[in-house]
């Protein structure tokens, strides 16, 4: 029998667990030395696990870019949104970051919102605990992935409508699918963070160089539906379109990326590089119209500001071609030469893509003295060291280019006849030597392989869409597909009387065929000059876009600005029709002063940047009329605006010497003309004439 005998302290200390572990020693509590327990004998109370107070979570805002001064709203499962109502707002911070504190109350799950512009970034968490939580281009698409709608932006309503959207479980299985997805990219960057979790810094590098190059397109194509398109921004031919995965809502992604080398992605460093390149184009702009130029400024040599000139490649303005245009005081850059480019902003610049060449093409916003904003690209090159984005332009050597284009069309005089188009503008300037335009023709093929012919015309600034043979005077948008407002008309609007002034691709696309075309697209234009007749071009240029046509139903799904009830009103009780014609319809001008217009801005809508109308007037000779069109630039916080009569030319006869309309000039079109950061354009045109349906 095994005697037990009592340890001294010592002996207990010379012990190890590890030693009594091995033994497989069984310890027994005996009392020696006496017939009471000691308070050594008695297990501890264990301490109690606080209640936790608050729940804080914090992460970066990023789509490569930081996604700097956005607004951070957090929502709950029972349908609270916080910050509170009343309290301060939470922003993200110049590098994206920020940090926002729940109370304990807050029931997980939670979705997350950045709000900047007119762009929202959604994430989601599912936890009551501290944690990173990232708010990104990915982390969107796996919003879009638990929304049942696939709409990112309605998650927050969705969840409150039922609470079990979505949990831990079902929250790491869609990110587990985004991180398949993209998995190709990550692994050309050997970066594994977890997009939504993991610590990343939006400088350019790991994750965020993730961000940058990807092309993650979410759009509603109704109220239970989107259409999502992810590519790699890879370097690849200028004439080459990228290979996209394509899915929507309702069904899973059938690949992963296709394979992608390190060496064609965006150098790591160019998001910053990028926001650099914009501050010092501000610098520049920011110094008086005396320190940029001298007093007789017109060429790219009569820059004298050292922030001015080095901005551009080798430091010199005179290095800079885009599109045919060099810098000087009425082509590339001409703010700088006038007072009208003061204080002018430059920022949200964005990476979309690289050249063949490496020269890198990214998105920026400029705003004017004025607060007005546009939306338009840059193309730079890195150079000296430490490296440095410096301005270098296309070095195309003529006019082009093409963006993605919407429009609705609405006849106030007749409302069965209001129809959607959706498409691209091209647009190539009339360029005119010794009085004479330098093109005989532009031939521009699609992505889908369709050769499309503009020409130049008389009188118009830009070269104009050619159909039959014949040219469509004003007209560079190509509409892919047109469809009528009203679902009980099955009619096809370019069978329209509408039809003989635009252009309608023929035979017309379907909603598959628009949707399949990539947000990146090239589009090869190959310019033939005046006296070249022949098949062989004069030269050749590709044009990226970045992003693609909408569909009709993501069109009816995009709010747009309209205007007020009352001057639609106004513009049906002024209507004048010529009794020559009775699908006629025309406003007559003020006999004084400019044409006002008012407008209204629904939810979700993008804010008018542009305000135009059309019409005709009594020529000078009072024979014929002739045609002209007025615009105006509008801040994005108005809802009114006047547009006054300007002068084309010298001999344009519409406007009077005293500035206003001429009597018996008329206005038969008006529109509002918008932008997004995407670059795409939309419009919401109004025609007081009718048309045979």
């Not at 005089?413 to 009085?435: D, E, F, I, K, R």
């Not at 519409?654 to 995407?678: E, F, K, P």
Request: charge should be neutral.
């Amino acid at each position: 029998m095994n005697t037990i005998r009592c340890a001294t302290t010592a002996g207990i200390r010379a012990q190890t667990l590890a030693a009594l572990v091995a033994a497989g020693a069984m310890l027994a509590l005996v009392s020696c030395g006496g017939g009471g327990s000691s308070s050594s004998d008695v297990a501890p109370t264990p301490t109690p696990t606080p209640t936790p107070t608050s729940i804080t979570l914090s992460g970066t805002a990023a789509s490569g870019a930081p996604f700097n001064g956005a607004t951070v709203t957090v929502a709950d499962s029972s349908g609270a949104t916080f910050p509170a109502a009343g309290t301060a707002a939470v922003t993200t911070a110049a590098d994206g970051s920020y940090s926002i504190t729940l109370p304990a109350s807050a029931k997980p799950p939670f979705v997350l919102q950045a709000a900047r512009d007119d762009k929202t970034l959604v994430s989601a968490f599912a936890d009551a605990k501290d944690s990173t939580v990232n708010i990104t281009s990915v982390t969107n698409l796996i919003a879009s992935r638990l929304s049942s709608s696939g709409d990112p932006t309605m998650l927050a309503s969705e969840l409150k409508a039922n609470p079990t959207l979505f949990d831990t479980t079902k929250l790491n299985a869609k990110v587990d699918e985004v991180v398949t997805l993209i998995k190709p990219v990550t692994t050309a960057i050997g970066d594994a963070t977890n997009p939504l979790t993991g610590k990343f810094a939006a400088d350019g590098s790991g994750q965020d160089k993730v961000l940058d190059s990807l092309s993650i397109s979410i759009t509603p194509s109704s109220a239970t539906s989107v259409n999502i398109e992810v590519a790699a921004k890879a370097k690849s031919a200028d004439g080459s379109n990228p290979t996209v995965v394509a899915f929507t809502n309702t069904t899973a992604p059938t690949a992963a990326l296709p394979a992608v080398a390190a060496a064609d992605l965006v150098p790591s460093g160019t998001t910053p590089m990028i926001a650099d390149l914009l501050k010092r184009i501000t610098a520049c702009f920011a110094l008086p119209l005396s320190s940029r130029v001298n007093s007789t400024a017109k060429a790219a040599t009569d820059i004298t500001a050292t922030e001015c000139k080095t901005i551009f490649s080798g430091n010199d303005p005179s290095k800079y071609k885009h599109n045919g245009g060099i810098v000087s005081s009425n082509g590339a850059f001409g703010g700088i030469f006038n007072a009208a480019g003061n204080n002018n902003v430059f920022d949200r610049g964005n990476f979309e893509y690289m050249r063949s060449n490496g020269d890198i093409v990214f998105s920026y916003r400029s705003t004017d003295a004025s607060g007005i904003p546009q939306y338009s690209l840059l193309v730079a090159i890195s150079e000296g060291t430490p490296a440095k984005l410096m301005l270098i332009g296309n070095q195309y050597v003529y006019s082009g280019g093409v963006n993605a284009y919407q429009q609705y069309r609405d006849f106030i005089n007749q409302p069965a006849a209001n129809y959607y188009s959706t498409g691209y503008n091209l647009n190539v300037n009339n360029q005119v030597s010794a009085g004479s335009p330098i093109f005989n023709r532009v031939e521009v093929t699609t992505p889908k392989g369709t050769v499309i012919t503009l020409k130049p015309t008389v009188g118009n600034a830009n070269l104009d869409l050619i159909q039959n043979g014949k040219p469509l005077a004003g007209t560079s948008f190509v509409r892919l597909r047109s469809v009528y407002a009203d679902p009980t008309n099955k009619g096809d609007p370019a069978t329209s009387s509408d039809n003989t002034g635009l252009y309608f691709a023929s035979p017309t696309y379907g909603e598959g065929d628009v949707s399949s075309i990539p947000a990146q697209s090239v589009w090869t234009f190959n310019y033939f000059l005046a006296g070249n007749s022949g098949t062989k071009a004069d030269a050749t240029q590709t044009y990226r876009t970045v992003s693609r046509a909408m569909t009709i139903g993501e069109i009816k799904a995009q709010a747009l600005a309209s205007l007020t009830n009352q001057g639609i009103a106004d513009a049906k009780s002024g209507t004048v029709t010529n009794p020559a014609n009775p699908n006629s319809g025309f406003i007559n001008t003020p006999a004084k002063g400019p044409v006002s217009v008012a407008w209204v801005v629904p939810n979700n809508a993008l804010p008018p940047a542009q305000i135009k109308i059309w019409g005709s007037a009594p020529a000078a000779s009072g024979t014929t009329n002739v045609n002209f069109d007025d615009q105006a630039g509008v801040l994005p916080s108005a809802r009114t605006g006047t547009i006054a009569c300007t002068k084309a030319t010298t001999a344009d006869a519409h406007c009077t010497a005293a500035g206003d309309y001429v009597a018996g000039a008329n206005v038969n079109g008006i529109h509002l003309w918008a932008s997004d950061s995407r670059l795409r354009q939309f419009a919401h045109f109004y025609a007081i004439y009718k048309i045979t349906m």
